[in-house]
């Protein structure tokens, strides 16, 4: 497992002179969040001290956006996330379902903290053709995952499951836009390929600059008004991403995340 993550965390250290050089501009992954709720109140994210309010995608907007994915030919990675815990929305074997049908090629990874992640659950989802499940704990195996681990066939448990514990595991975390600070465990990069690889949509159906900006404060546009394929064509979208692969970090946001200035009101500070 450690040689697993340690392998994913190479293949960070090499995607930014690949995309500011080599790739298009293009995004390979993609983060849809179907709702804004979480059970947890884990020590390294926002959540913990600030929650959001509870909201619902509506899943004609979902399947829209699904569709307009589906006319660009995405075929990168998909995930249900953004800070909400995906399990814990009853429409989600469904919605993955509808997913696996209109993007057949785009292998679907759920984030998860386990604590939902029953038999019955489980089961649901890799019928609906969920490729992998993450699953970051920050103590112990939560019980349901006991007893999915127990229940699945062993070689079924290690081809679609990926436990890691985030103290352990996740050597240099974010810091969540300098709203959770970790001292010298953080990751301070001098490139940031984030918002050039990944697109990001919260439940409210706002585009994110990256999965770091909590509190939205760099959003770049309302995909319930305007469709995916012209939002990532906005000059000053597309100029930010260029500059972030160049190193050049304009938004005080980003140089507060990759520790270029000091976070002056973090929500949590676990520092030594």
């Known amino acids: 497992m450690s040689r697993l993550l340690d392998a994913l965390d190479r293949l960070k250290a090499v995607e930014v002179p690949l995309r500011r050089f080599v790739l298009p501009d293009r995004f390979s ?27 619902e995608m509506p899943e004609q907007l979902f ?7 589906a006319e660009m030919g995405f075929a990168g990675r998909f995930s249900p996330h953004f800070f909400g815990e995906p399990l814990l929305d009853p429409r989600l074997p469904r919605l993955m379902a509808e997913v696996r049908r209109r993007l057949p090629r785009a292998p679907i990874v759920i984030y998860t903290n386990g604590d939902a992640l029953t038999p019955e659950k489980m089961r649901a989802l890799l019928d609906a053709g969920v490729s992998l499940f993450i699953v970051t704990l ?8 006991r007893r999915t681990r127990a229940d699945l066939p062993w070689w079924v448990w290690r081809r679609r499951v990926l436990v890691r514990n985030f103290t352990r595991d996740v050597k240099a975390p974010y ?13 301070h990069v ?3 390929h984030a918002p050039a690889g990944a697109l ?39 100029d930010t991403r260029r500059a972030l692969l160049r190193g050049e970090f304009e938004k ?10 000091q976070a002056t009101h973090p929500l949590a500070d676990h520092r030594p």
């Open 138 to 145: 920050e103590h112990g195996e939560p019980e349901a995952l």
């Open 29 to 55: 992954r993609v983060e849809i969040e179907t709702h804004s709720r979480c059970n947890r109140g884990c020590h390294y994210c926002p959540v913990a001290v600030d929650p959001r309010p509870g909201h």
């Open 175 to 187: 810091n969540r836009g300098g709203t959770v600070l970790f001292g010298e465990r953080e990751l």
């Open 200 to 238: 990001v949509i919260d439940a409210w159906g706002k585009l994110k600059l990256c999965a770091n900006d909590y509190y939205g404060r760099e959003d770049w546009g309302d995909t319930t008004t305007t469709r995916i394929r012209d939002l990532w064509a906005l000059p000053a979208y597309r």
């Open 252 to 261: 005080e946001i980003c140089r507060t995340c990759v520790g270029r200035v």
């Open 190 to 192: 001098k490139a940031c």
């Open 63 to 69: 399947l829209s956006l699904v569709d307009q994915l």
